[in-house]
Structures are given as C-alpha cells and as structure tokens.
C-alpha cells in the first residue's frame, strides 16, 4: 500500500492533540506516514527503526539524547518558527540529524503582534473589554486614560529581522525608535525607521515608554531583563515580550508589577508555558498575556508547515535542506 511507502515522521500532541492543524493533515498525509509519540512510545521496537524525521511543532516533541538513541535512521528534525533555543545543535549534528526551522515567515506577523500588544497595553484593551461586557460594571469612560503612542520613545532589544518589521510599523504610528542589537544595523536602514542605535542597553531602558523584546534565548539573553534592568526602566513604561520567556526575570517582573517600578507588560511568551493557574502574572491588572501566538494567522501557519515538509523531504532526499540550521 501507497502509504506504507511513505516517510515516517514523528509528532506529537500539544495539550492532548495533535500538534498539528486539522487542515494541515491532509497535507501531511500525502507526503508521510505520521506517527504520534504515543503510538512510537507504544511501538518503539518496530517504529524506532522506521522513523527518518521529526516535526517539531511548538518545542514539542521535546529532542532528548535518549530520543536520539533510539532513532537510528533519523535524518531531519524540522522545527516550526524562528527560534531553535529548544533544540541541542550540537548534539543533532552528532547524530547525523539536519535541523531545519522556518524564519522568515513568521517574521511580519510576530511583528504585528508586537505591535498589537503594544497598543492593546497603551490603550488598556483587555481591561476595558472586561469592564464594557460585564454586567455588574459602570460603564464610566472617563477613567479609561491610557498612554499616548504616537511621539512615544520605542526601545526594541534585539534588531534582527522581527525587531526591524516592529520599528517599521512604529515609524507609522509617528513613534520615536531606539534599538540595541550584537551589530548596529547599517545607516540606511536605520535613516528608512528613524532609527537610533543605543551600544547599552541601559541607555534604551531608560529612555523607552515602552520596551520591546525581539532577542533570540541564548545563554547570553537568558534573564537578560531582571531586578536591575526593570529598575532603570521608566515607571511609566510598559515591556512587550515576543521573543521567549526566559529573556526575563519573571519573578523581578511580578515584583517590579506589584510595586510599581514599571507600569505594565504585555507578553506573548512566559516561563513555563501556559503558567500554573495560580501564577501572580494573572492576577495583575497591569499585565496582557497571549498564549505565545506571534506566528498564529492561517496564512503563515500553512506556510509554516509546507516549509517543513519541504525540509523533510529534502533531507531525506539528500539534498540540501532548505533553512538549514547548522550548529
Ligand atoms: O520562534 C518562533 O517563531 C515562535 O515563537 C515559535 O517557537
């Protein structure tokens, strides 16, 4: 049979489904014999030997050296998104797996949430909607009073390709741009946003409204925004998180929320992932959080995942694979 003939390639389940789309499936199917951690962790003997690549889809499943170990014919991990902070390089390359992810897609709409969150915080978005449909509120306007956006100071952390689409759409919304990456981006493409590079980062802390990560997690950006950093920001500025969780210290966050040290964050990533029901980020008022869905429209989802087929196929095929990750 047809499908017997196809590649096997393992999946998992994200909150007990499929981390897959329902309409990316037929998709899939097509091309490879999809096999669930599940029916692989109740098949291994037989399917560990069948099994040529994997489909990372939201860090999951998680890459072991004991996964490694038992899949001896692995060839590719493709891996949805930018970000690869979830996956040992080093250590796939040892087993002879290629990685590939998906980073240039993703990168407007994780721009646009940037700025959603943004203005959703500026203008107290999720707060109002609560007080506009509950029942029991007052519908009083006049204590709404957010913070103005436009000719407000921008500080983006990390310039890369996220973090140039953020300033970008900043620039339309008439805001003052201030950035800090590894390597300041050339003077054109800094003149075509407005914008200014700060070598310290303390200088953008403490000149930003509003703070936006866009940093790759790297041992060197992990908690690069804690106690101190949070400390030097304006208490009338507002941090945005789209990169990962773990670029802040989330308890220096709740602290500096309780007390005021910053006025408020929007975060579509926190550590872990969702966090625990009882977490003090959710009881804030001055907090929006997302559940980490700075890629998630259909467009890009679907191309998300052709990429990755495309990926698979091709490490398979011997070919180079497209959007490599090499350690
Ligand atoms: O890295 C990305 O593109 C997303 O956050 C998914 O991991």
Known sequence: M??????????DCIGGRLGVYEDHLGFLKKRFHLITMKEYLENKTFLSKKIRAIYVWY???AITEELLQSLPNLKVVASAGVGIDHLDLKLLSSYGVKVSNTPFIVTTDTADMGMALLLASSRRLVE???MAVSPDTEYFPVDWLGAEVSGATLGILGMGKIGYKVAERAKAFEMKILYHNRNQRKKEEESAVGA???????????QSDFVLLAVNLTPQTHKLIGKRELELMKPTATLINISRGLIVDQDALVE?????????????VTYPEPLPRDHPLLKLKNVIITPHIGSATKK????????????????LAGLPVPREVLP
């Open 2 to 11: 047809e499908s017997q003939e196809l590649p096997y390639v393992l999946v």
């Open 59 to 61: 860090h999951k499943p």
């Open 128 to 130: 109002g909607h609560e």
């Open 196 to 206: 200014v590079y700060c070598k310290k980062i303390d200088d953008l802390l403490r």
């Open 256 to 268: 500096a929320l309780q007390n005021k040290v910053i006025k408020a964050a929007a975060l579509d």
């Open 300 to 315: 890009t989802r679907w191309v998300m995942m052709e990429e990755m087929a495309e990926s698979i196929e091709a490490g």
